[in-house]
């Protein structure tokens, strides 16, 4: 691995990276609140209250979505979000056999971090997966259900606002897992705690 | 029988039925040939000729939403006097006392189910019977003309909710009948829901009785609509498992449905989406089981890191 410092995260991605964590964790609570709503339980928002968070911090995150976007579109950071197909699928093998045995065996990690690769293809492919195919679902699933009136009333005999909801939950629930493996991978570091600081001050 | 004369026996049996049913329809021609009508028409005998006016809107009937109602095979006569024959109507028939629902359906055992004792006396229980007594009926919200059991005929949920609800908003988005009633200020129904988020949702979804009155276990239509501030506001009361809404508005469809497949949810499920009401049992089962796997797998990963870390 290379010994000097790489810049790798500019100021606005960093921006847009704790705003959208922050933002993200509100929505997970208070997603969690009203899909479980039940007044006795204290651990869990009120209805009242997460329904007002839920919608002011999913279009906080809409909008900053955009920023991740055309940031993406208009910089040199959107090329880390790129693959080619050939040979992804040995890509993504050999990156997961290094976190699952190489790793421990003190092997050096098969791609390492450049400025042109920031990320190892596994990572590569799940941010592309979340911020490209996850993302824009959840947000239009949840733009939908604030706008109740676009929604199509009636998919295969059934409610579409139902259809809706449930893609909005799952692809919620998808994405609080990359939320917790994310974390968690991201502790893979030359410390523990390296990469967090890496994301504040943008040098790995 | 050779098949040309069964044809023809088939015909006239045909012919016959369409004829009566056309008696049938027309039986209330009499009435309807004016009251079905914006204008009417009508003999001056003194001048010795027809005249035509005018029906004002309030005494107007709609003809197909009488068939399909509840009454609709009675005569008009049957509720008012014969005496209605005559035209222009003789002015003490303002005066007739008209029938009360119970005094054709109390104590018969036909229309047991429907609790009519019962419902009554919810109803002497209700604000809007103690606040007019004596202008506030059955009739008030059950037209006449147009009643039908809704609740239990009605295929889909929303057409339910908006045929209750325009019972209410007869009054309560339409002054003329609510002065009828009252010398309060007119309520205005809009703002006084403020606090109600994606409020033409839930008028769409949900009934004002829903929030409005008692809960009743016997009845499957509860009467007691209560003073404001007893109207339920939280918004968990049917955002929850224990939804309120399984016990009124989906109540008679999830009964149906559980004699056909048991499965309680199962008109939630098809028909609408309450936040927080709607659990399907196998996701939730299925969510705790990927996530309690992708925990174990961090805690092994860690694990091994701490241990070949040296
Ligand atoms: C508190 C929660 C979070 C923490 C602590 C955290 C931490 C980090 C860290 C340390 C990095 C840099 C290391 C790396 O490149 O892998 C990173 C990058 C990234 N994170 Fe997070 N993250 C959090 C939440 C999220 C959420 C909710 C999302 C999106 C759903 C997300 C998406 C990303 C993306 C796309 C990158 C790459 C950014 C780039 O350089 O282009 N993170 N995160």
Same mark, same amino acid.
């Given at each position: 691995m290379a010994n000097e410092k790489l810049y790798l995260y500019p100021l606005w991605i960093r921006i847009w990276h704790w705003l959208n964590a922050a933002l993200f964790i509100i929505l997970l609570l208070t997603g969690i609140s009203m899909q479980y709503s039940n007044p006795e339980n204290p651990f869990l928002i009120s209805f009242e209250l997460s329904v007002q968070l839920h919608n002011i911090c999913g279009i906080a995150l809409s909008i900053n979505y955009l920023l991740f976007i055309f940031g993406n579109l208009f910089t040199s950071n959107g090329k880390q979000y790129k693959m080619k197909t050939k040979g992804l699928f040995k890509r993504l093998y050999d990156q997961s056999v290094f976190y699952l045995f190489g790793m421990f065996k003190k092997q050096d990690p098969p791609f390492p971090i450049s400025l042109e690769n920031k990320f190892n293809p596994l990572q590569r492919f799940i941010y592309s997966t979340a911020m490209y195919i996850g993302f824009p679902i959840i947000i239009a699933s949840g733009m939908a259900m604030l706008f109740p009136e676009i929604i199509i009333p009636q998919l295969f005999g059934v409610s579409g606002l139902l259809v809706t909801a449930l893609l909005h939950a799952i692809i919620g629930f998808v994405l609080s897992l990359f939320l917790f493996i994310h974390i968690y991978v991201c502790t893979?570091? *030359? /410390?523990?705690i390296s990469n967090f600081r890496s994301m504040i001050t943008g040098w790995h | 029988m050779k098949p040309s004369k069964l044809l023809l026996g088939c015909m006239c049996l045909l012919l016959s039925f369409s004829l009566y049913a056309q008696k049938e329809v027309n039986k209330n021609h009499s009435c309807l040939k004016c009251h079905a009508h914006r204008t009417y028409k009508y003999m001056n005998e003194d001048f010795g000729m027809e005249i035509k006016e005018s029906m004002c809107s309030n005494r107007m009937i709609d003809t197909l939403a009488y068939q399909q109602s509840n009454h609709g095979m009675f005569k008009c006569t049957d509720c008012h006097s014969p005496e209605y024959e005559t035209f222009p109507h003789s002015g003490n028939l303002r005066m007739e006392l008209m029938y009360a629902c119970n005094d054709c359906h109390a104590g018969d055992p036909e229309y047991a189910k429907f609790h009519f004792e019962a419902i009554e006396e919810a109803f002497y229980e209700s604000m809007h019977y103690n606040r007019s007594p004596d202008a506030f009926t059955c009739w008030s919200c059950h037209n006449p003309h147009t009643y039908k059991t809704q609740a239990r005929i009605g295929e889909k949920i929303s057409e339910t909710v908006s045929y209750d609800n325009n019972i209410c908003l007869s009054c309560h988005a339409d002054v003329s009948k609510y002065e009828l009633l009252t010398e309060r200020e007119n309520i205005n129904i809009l703002k006084s829901h403020e606090w109600l988020p994606n409020q033409e949702l839930h008028f769409k979804n949900v009934r004002c009785i829903e929030c409005h009155t008692q809960l009743s276990d016997s009845l499957l239509v509860s009467h007691v609509v209560m003073p404001k501030d007893s109207a339920i506001r939280e918004c968990? /009361?049917? $955002? /929850?498992? *224990? /939804? $309120?809404l399984m016990a009124s508005l989906y109540r008679y469809k999830s009964l149906e449905s559980r004699k056909g497949s048991g499965f309680l949810n199962a008109v939630i499920i098809n028909d609408s989406y309450v936040i927080g009401a709607n659990r399907n049992k196998y996701l939730n089962i299925l969510s705790v089981v990927i996530f309690g796997l992708v925990l174990i797998g961090i805690f092994t990963h860690t694990i091994f890191r701490i241990f070949k870390s040296k």
């Open positions: 893979i570091g *030359n /410390s523990i | 968990t /009361s049917c $955002h /929850s498992a *224990n /939804s $309120h």
